[in-house]
């Protein structure tokens, strides 16, 4: 088997049918096999893909086991030389596959590959990112980040003066549509799975470059990826919160207990920053989206705020806190 395809689905009916009609009408040379693990959909996601796409081998898991644990059951059932982590939100564009494949063996050096994701109006997503760093997330935080195309002193984005339409390496690829050769993410043990939402991709690519292979990116191979349509967009303040909570094991995993501390000041003035700003856009122009955005960005404010980040990854402690919202994903 050349590809094996990825798909994990929790209760994405309205959209993994899309994703899979495009893969079977667009992928032409490629030897295919199309994998939806399911964390227990309940909207009948799994009988229509069996009516419809008999030819998928659907993991029914029964719960959620969130996005790093419940790729990897796919990735352990998959055979192929490549394996495409997908999202059940995109849409393969004609040929892509083919080309993806095709690059690839033209890349043995390399682990992992990129390529250029679109959002739903033909716009440049930036799926290509850079490594995290301390000084970088200080440069986002405070809307600095643009002053990097005037001096490299203030790059917060390696990339920011690249458009994403020439091939190069890169440092990670947005889980979104990630191509990792299978031996090597076998060998890697697929994601780690503390990052059940969020920073797993980034996690996955740092350990590819650690055990000796780049991640290159090619712009010859597009996908739509027309994001917040999974489970991201249905419960927007526990998924933020799972961010932090992820942002917090990565940077313990990578820069220790004084980089993850140092990681959750950023976070607070990250917050606050924005938070003032909507907060004044709300006195001038007020409406509902901008309240429910004060809504969460409030809520994940006041969790960041009194949260140990040391004692959450080595311990589990949560903080004590007033949110009146729901803070976790249903399982």
């Not at 490629?30 to 419809?52: F, L, W, Y």
């Not at 849409?91 to 679109?118: K, Q, T, W």
């Given at each position: 088997m050349k590809l094996s395809i990825?798909?994990?689905c929790w209760n994405d009916l309205k959209i993994i049918v899309d994703c899979l009609s495009s893969i079977y009408s667009n992928t032409?040379?490629?030897?295919?096999?199309?994998?939806?693990?399911?964390?227990?959909?309940?909207?009948?996601?799994?009988?229509?893909?069996?009516?419809?796409?008999?030819?998928?081998?659907?993991?029914?898991?029964?719960?959620?086991?969130?996005?790093g644990k419940g790729n990897n059951v796919g990735i352990a059932a998959s055979t192929g030389e490549y394996v495409l982590i997908l999202n059940p939100d995109?849409?393969?564009?004609?040929?892509?596959?083919?080309?993806?494949?095709?690059?690839?063996?033209?890349?043995?050096?390399?682990?992992?590959?990129?390529?250029?994701?679109?959002?739903?109006?033909?716009?440049?997503q930036g799926s290509a990112r850079p490594f995290p760093t301390i000084w970088r997330e200080w440069l986002a935080a405070l809307y600095l980040r643009p002053l990097g195309y005037l001096s490299d002193t203030f790059v917060s984005d390696k990339y920011i003066r690249w458009n994403g339409e020439t091939e190069r390496s890169i440092d990670w690829q947005s889980g979104c549509c990630l191509l990792v050769r299978g031996e090597v993410l076998k060998r890697?043990?697929?994601?780690?799975?503390?990052?059940y939402y969020y920073y797993e991709d980034l996690d996955l690519c740092h350990r590819i470059w650690d055990a000796?292979?780049?991640?290159?990116?090619t712009p010859d191979v597009t996908i739509t990826h027309l994001?917040?349509?999974?489970?991201?967009?249905?419960?927007?303040i526990a998924f933020a919160l799972d961010k932090y909570r992820n942002r917090y094991r990565y940077f313990y995993k990578?820069?220790?207990?004084?980089?993850?501390?140092?990681?959750?000041?950023?976070?607070?003035?990250?917050?606050?920053?924005?938070?003032v700003g909507y907060k004044l856009a709300q006195y001038v122009r007020p409406s509902d989206a901008l309240r429910r955005r004060l809504q969460l960005y409030w809520a994940a404010t006041e969790?960041?705020?009194r949260v140990d980040p040391v004692q959450l990854v080595e311990n589990g402690k949560e903080p004590e806190t007033r949110l009146q919202v729901p803070i976790q994903i249903p399982q």
């Open positions: 990825i798909i994990l032409h040379s490629t030897e295919i096999e199309v994998i939806v693990s399911d964390n227990g959909s309940t909207d009948g996601s799994c009988a229509v893909i069996h009516k419809n796409f008999p030819q998928v081998r659907v993991i029914e898991n029964g719960i959620n086991l969130r996005f995109t849409i393969i564009h004609e040929g892509s596959l083919d080309r993806f494949v095709n690059f690839a063996d033209r890349h043995p050096e390399a682990g992992g590959f990129g390529c250029r994701v679109l959002n739903s109006d033909g716009s440049y890697l043990g697929g994601f780690d799975e503390q990052f000796g292979y780049p991640v290159v990116y994001g917040g349509q999974s489970t991201t967009g249905r419960f927007p990578y820069f220790g207990r004084r980089g993850v501390r140092r990681c959750r000041h950023v976070s607070i003035a990250w917050l606050l920053v924005r938070g969790w960041n705020w």
